[in-house]
């Protein structure tokens, strides 16, 4: 045997091999100390013959024993692998929701074929529009398990596919899919945006478009209560439509022009209400740009005094204000958000520090 075949097979049974290296240097230390006569006595040829003996044994056996602490701590261990026969077992199961009617059906033929070599259980999740596909899998993991989902993986509903990864491998369990290959085309259509807006500004919503087989081209129509805003081939997956609309409530309709096997999702319906800008109050006594910027978004009214009546207004922005101009009306203001408004102190040179809001009656109302 090699010195390189030795180590390795040191390796394969020792943890900290390096540490039988010690000995090397210890054998000559040991050596050296017993050879060592720290006091000279005078000794007949006899004993001093019986002292050498004695001395090559005290060496053979402290470095014995070092050797067996050495080994010791270089931590040896043994490797045993044992196979247990199993009882193999796997679960197939069958998504049946309305979207797999656009794939091959291969469920029995793989059934048939898994069976000749394993047991096989086979279960049918998901139904109708409802896909459930996490749902149906936490139902049948188990640990050290084996899953196998036949399924296009369009969950629309129950536990999230990421999470019930995650809980498989903390079962120490295995999840396989099989995606069929597709027999029948379609798109469909859906409407993705805000349910509420604000009146007279820019609202944004996404129509997207998916396909499944081989389509080339969608035309798009989209409509605002009836009256057609987009009416295209759709250029990509998402076309995004920006409008200002007026108050009330709107109906959007999103139709695409295809000849597939669902027709129902070529059509998707989504309303939205809007509502008026809301109402704030602008307290300042000098000029800001904050008036235009709260424009764009709110319906704002400014000046220098509070109004009389507060009830119409849903915030109120204070504008660079110092605490001798705002004590007076603490009280008025702390009212106003006691009722659920907002306040918002905007600083500059008359506020806070140098408006003196230390320990004024106004300081109590900031947060």
């Not at 091999?17 to 050296?32: G, S």
Request: hydrophobic share 40%.
């Amino acid at each position: 045997m090699s010195i390189t075949e030795f180590l390795h097979w040191i390796y394969g049974f020792i943890e900290h091999p390096w540490v039988i290296l010690l000995v090397f240097a210890a054998i000559p230390v040991i050596y050296l100390i017993l050879r060592h006569e720290f006091v000279k006595l005078k000794e007949e040829p006899a004993a001093k013959k019986k002292r050498k003996r004695l001395e090559r044994f005290v060496l053979f056996f402290r470095t014995l024993i070092i050797l067996c602490l050495l080994i010791a701590i270089a931590s040896p261990f043994s490797q045993t692998e044992k196979t247990i026969e199993g009882d193999p077992y796997i679960s197939i199961l069958v998504d049946n929701s309305n979207s797999m009617q656009l794939l091959e059906d291969v469920s029995k033929e793989l059934q048939e074929r898994l069976e000749k070599k394993i047991n096989v259980e086979t279960k049918v999740i998901g139904s109708g529009e409802s896909s459930n596909i996490g749902d149906g899998i936490l139902s049948n993991l188990k640990p050290h398990g084996s899953v196998l989902l036949v399924s296009d993986c369009n969950a629309n509903s129950g536990a999230s596919l990421g999470d019930v990864a995650l809980f498989a491998s903390k079962l120490n369990a295995s999840i396989s899919v099989v995606k069929p290959v597709v027999k029948n085309k379609d798109a469909f259509v859906s409407i993705v945006g805000p349910s509420k807006t604000m009146e007279d500004s820019d609202t944004s919503f996404d129509v997207i478009i998916g396909k499944v087989g081989d389509i080339s081209s969608v035309p798009l129509v989209v409509d605002i209560d009836g009256e057609t805003v987009y009416n295209k081939v759709a250029d990509g997956p998402v076309t995004r439509i920006t409008k200002k609309l007026a108050k009330g409530v709107h109906k959007i309709t999103a139709r695409i022009n295809v000849n597939d096997y669902f027709s129902q999702n070529n059509v998707f319906y989504k309303t939205i209400k809007v509502v008026p800008q809301p109402k704030i109050f602008l307290f300042s006594e000098k000029a800001t740009p904050l008036l235009q910027l709260f424009r764009q978004v709110y319906d704002v009214d400014t000046a220098g005094d509070l109004p009389a009546s507060l009830k119409d207004y849903y915030a109120i922005v204070i504008n660079d204000l110092p605490a001798s101009k705002l004590d007076p009306i603490s009280d008025v203001l702390n009212e106003f958000v006691a009722d659920g408004n907002g306040l918002v102190v905007v600083g500059g040179e008359n506020s806070y520090e140098n408006g003196n809001y230390k320990g004024s009656l106004f300081e109590s109302i900031l947060p």
